[in-house]
């Protein structure tokens, strides 16, 4: 295909800029034709900036023109449902950012109407599975020179939380990463959530339950544990260990560059995500605009995203209940694999 | 004092030659006056290699010897309680090799003769306290500087258990090692313990669960998990990683020599405890020589012990019937701080 | 600017033609309108990947199109003066592969062209400046933290050579990036060169000098030694150490992912420069591309191209004739900075 | 051997007390029973710690007590001389510190006096060779899976020299034991030396010429480098990366204890050879006390020490003189196999 793709942007907000951004200037082959807000100023001003790009604030108004051949959706996760029954009703391709809903009802109502589709519509934006390192272990782990993984040992430490980040969201927000990491790595679905509580640290907001250490485990036996730490203060730090039958793999150490100075040798840790993922936000959003041009679509599906909706909702409760929380998935659609 | 302390070596096994070899060899200030052993055979073939060295079978005998200043007990686990009981009546100090005894009970008896005896007089050979790595991660804690630890996350691995290893045991001999390291670490007891099954390795004898991971609660919340994995076949890896509420340390990487060759850079695991802890071992038993002829007692208590077999206990426990274990500790003696 | 840059990729070897992928398929913003090669059947094979391509076997033919907005040049070295000079007619704007030239004469004259020009027009594919840990080193270096940079230790290290690689192109082909990192890093002019020869490896085809250490001198006294071996075996490494006043700066370690088996620990060691780099050649066309639509030429020089070839003739010497020989420079033209 | 081992320690300066401390408190089977200083005071204030040792100002006394079995010499080393003849006068083995002599000359008249006697004396103080990390470097080399090596780059750095520290201490006093590392590990002899001036740090005292780069050829053909850096200002670091023909190995890095905070991970550098070498110290001294008991005289000999020696008196006079200065060794006597 020699034009590039036409792409409406769904959601200008800090996440949509950037793709917006990215899609402009990193991403070969695609343009940015279309933007939606429901804030018509903050749409505009991001259109500003993109020849020849409208400006919607009704997504199925977008996805009526002739110059929009897929859509990327970053709106507000509970926006998402509405955006992809528009998309789904023009059969338009959709890359839409997790989570893909705020909860596991509404995933499983648009794993319906996908799989009344017929065929994948949606790739979900778990954007960990195209980094480079994550990308890697999971390449070694499926060539089978470890064995069988038995355990995943997982850290996710932020320097700070927003202010508006609750005890429930260190699970919906930043644990459903390693979720679906999990999942991934594993190649198997995830049948039970426990959180623990350790001390919560000085460093934390008064009132939020932080660091949480979280246990999932999966229906082939294998033991993932996770440790979530927004307010850890010293960096922002991902790192997965998989313990396998006969070795052992990490990545996440991020030892780039090393220094010595001052009584001291290391180096630099990152201080968010924007740093550290970056690659893999231009290497997701190029594969699904490559994919797209090729009339495929690849990549992580609406059931992934809703797995990781059903296994995040268990670990609420068990945030809250405490204990161990059983997760109840809906019968998987052969249209998954 | 000038003249070497002399000390009497219950049981002369594996563990009880190697204590025999260092005390000649490496250890300053000390030599075997006397070694017992309940296959005197065994005893003699050791005694021969040690100029003026007695031979017996019964611990008390070898203690009544004017020769012996000193007892190092490497025998068995069970005959650990009359050994100690006999030097408690002739008041002489004592290193006992760890597990102090077979359970709580028995080393609560302990507790009780020692305090009666009204000063101290054991060290317990917890000798994870006397590694390089070890003393300067506990030493980073104490000055603040990280805050407080919030989590420990320990990883012990082996390369193949022995034949007669069991299931319990990667409680009651493995993770026993960092239930001291946790309770030093954290400076607290152990209020709770939980044993998860993850699936067992393809590589482990049949009927062995391995591995195992143990989540670890102390009084002041925080938190410790064990990964105990006694057949990874690939290496012997002791590490901890403490995290506090200003950043974290590691520890047991290992990383001494680096090469590059066949498209691998890197370097070689140590194979067993021998080779990693060779020094901690010179360490432990020349700090107890030392302390010993400043007539002093030093390092892991009787305390320390007993409240390892409880805990270790409540693992096992854990480990039968699933789920939360809590630890029952008597009270603490005032003797023990 | 909407419309893509139209580029003329002159050459279709392997470079070339991986420089057309690239701009076809990863950098935003650009498209091959027509190629060029001697071998009009190597080009035709390349251009059929490329939709409304032309192909040229002459490139002042290429560069009269009106299709045809800027210049890769990625032709064997010696064609590269005449494709300049041909794009210096037509005032476009060129990315040129390293070596700018095979000697310090032609590219002295393309120095003295461009300078009549009067404004810079010439990208030199020098791509370890667009490398992310050179980069960050750059970037610490002038931050000042650590002082003045005195020595600069670098590695270079390939599995094996090709069979037409001769002594002479250790230097002029390989070392030719360490003479350009080290002025970019010194931001220094190289003054004089010594060549060492250690014993031969017998990895080595026979008569290959390899493995060979350079000593590069600065005006500024910086010393800067590079060990190139290009029969290491092992692994493609690319390492540097800058050593200042008041600390260390290491790159190249390229410790991505850790693995543990069968008693290593360790990662895997790159096996050619386009694994290890082809992020920073991404970067690097990147670059070109968006400075070109800004109108802008940017990154290393045909200065840089030139002091890098003086240097290497330096080099050559030195191996040659044995001991330290001076690096002769022309003076530097005001348009250089 | 049941006695100790009794030794005389001739010097009671800084080094010569930290033998004595040693020998006392961690070392096995050995005891001083004398110590030497011509400054009396200073030998009386050593000796009060060590029941039962003896005090005296000349070496010759010191070795006609029937209390003495071995001598350790740590005086300053234009004394050695002196000391190590009458050493042999009483054929008492010895262990002598580096540097052996200050001159070649004086060296050479040692190696005439031990080859005199027929048979081994005197281990030189290359303590190095007794490192864990260089002895598993040397053990690596020798099972020849690397292959041959081609190269050695070795780093050496202290936080800051002494204020009477000269530009040739440099080479004499630091640079000899890369000099020992290098022939130790090619096991072969260096034929010439160069020595190369980066600019002085600003950080080094006034007139100072540091850091320095020194070039070292073997008699096989392989080359060592040595930075060589004693005002680094940041930390002690002793590197050294054999480059062979199919791999490299790399020691020295230091990497006991990782940490993270304040946006950094890495650990901390040792401050000064105390700190770095204590156990290599340990380690030497312990070989000498068991060799010397087994009637054997092991480790770096009298002709390592001379061969040191000349190869620092060529270096400083390439320092001096600048370019390539050849190394002149007399005869290799058989004694030194």
Redesign the interface.
């Known amino acids: 295909m020699?034009t590039p793709l036409g792409i409406a942007v769904i959601g200008t907000g800090r996440m949509g800029a950037d793709h917006v951004r990215r899609i402009?200037?990193?991403?070969?082959?695609a343009r940015v034709t279309a933007v939606v807000d429901i804030e018509a100023e903050r749409a505009k001003a991001v259109a500003a900036r993109v020849?020849?790009c409208a400006v919607h604030t009704d997504p199925a108004a977008a996805m009526a023109s002739a110059e929009v051949d897929a859509v990327l959706v970053a709106s507000p996760g509970p926006a998402h449902e509405a955006a992809l029954m528009a998309a789904f009703a023009r059969d338009l391709p959709v890359l839409c950012e997790k989570p893909l809903t705020p909860d596991a009802a509404s995933a499983l109502r648009l794993v319906e109407a996908e799989r009344a589709l017929g065929r994948r519509r949606v790739q979900v934006g778990f954007m960990r599975r195209y980094d480079?390192?994550y990308t890697?272990?999971k390449a070694?782990l499926e060539t089978g020179?470890?064995?069988?993984p038995?355990?995943l040992?997982q850290r996710h430490r932020n320097v700070a939380s927003a202010s508006f980040f609750t005890s429930d969201m260190l699970i919906t927000d930043s644990v459903a990463h390693e979720v679906d990491v999990t999942r991934w790595l594993a190649g198997d679905e995830i049948t039970a959530v426990t959180v623990?509580?350790?001390?919560?640290?000085?460093?934390a907001p008064e009132g939020l339950i932080d660091?949480q250490?979280v246990?999932l485990e999966t229906a082939?036996?294998?033991?993932a544990?996770v440790?979530i730490?927004v307010n850890?203060?010293?960096?922002y730090?991902v790192q997965a260990e998989a313990?396998c039958?006969?070795?052992?793999?990490?990545?996440g150490?991020?030892?780039?560059?090393?220094?010595?100075?001052?009584?001291?040798?290391?180096?630099?840790?990152t201080?968010d995500w924007t740093e550290r993922f970056a690659?893999a936000y231009d290497r997701e959003v190029?594969a699904w605009v490559?994919a797209t041009r090729r009339g495929e679509v690849t990549g992580p599906s609406i059931w992934d995203g809703y797995a990781a909706a059903a296994v995040c909702e268990a670990g609420v409760r068990s945030l809250h209940e405490g204990g161990r929380v059983e997760v109840e998935l809906a019968p998987r659609p052969s249209l998954y694999g």
């Open positions: 020699a402009q200037e990193v991403v070969s082959g020849e020849g480079a390192e890697r272990l070694l020179q470890l064995g069988r038995l355990m040992h623990l509580r350790p001390a919560s640290s000085a460093g660091p250490f246990v082939g036996g294998a033991l544990d440790e730490f850890c203060g010293f960096g730090q313990v039958e006969r070795g052992t793999a990490r990545v150490d991020g030892h780039a560059m090393v220094t010595a100075m001052a009584g001291r040798w290391g180096g630099s840790i201080q690659d190029q490559d």
